[in-house]
């Protein structure tokens, strides 16, 4: 996971620019693109780290606590954060935020269990 995760995400993010490209070319699209990878890909490591988690304990025969934790954690967690958080910081980063800080609630939530 970590052999695949960090060395991709470190060459999707130095790429982006031109990657992005393929897909529009408005100034504004872009710098939210560029803005959006720069805030995620980073934490990718850890989404990926839960992925393993999840995949470990479901395959160890307890699939609720993984689908209830899925559910609170990138369902529940990220609405209730943007509407909580857009209106006081009108801003995407608050978006972008809500999936970097929801998987580390995630593995918080999968690391004992594992």
Known sequence: ?????????????????????????????LRNAREAILFNLPVYLIYAWNQVYLGAIKGLGHTSYPMLCTLLCYSLFRVLWCRLLIPVFPTMRVVYLSYDVSFFLMLALLAPMY
């Open 1 to 29: 996971m970590l052999a695949l995760t960090l060395p991709l995400s470190l060459l999707l993010t130095a790429a982006s620019p031109w990657l992005l490209r393929i897909f529009t070319d408005e100034e504004d699209i």
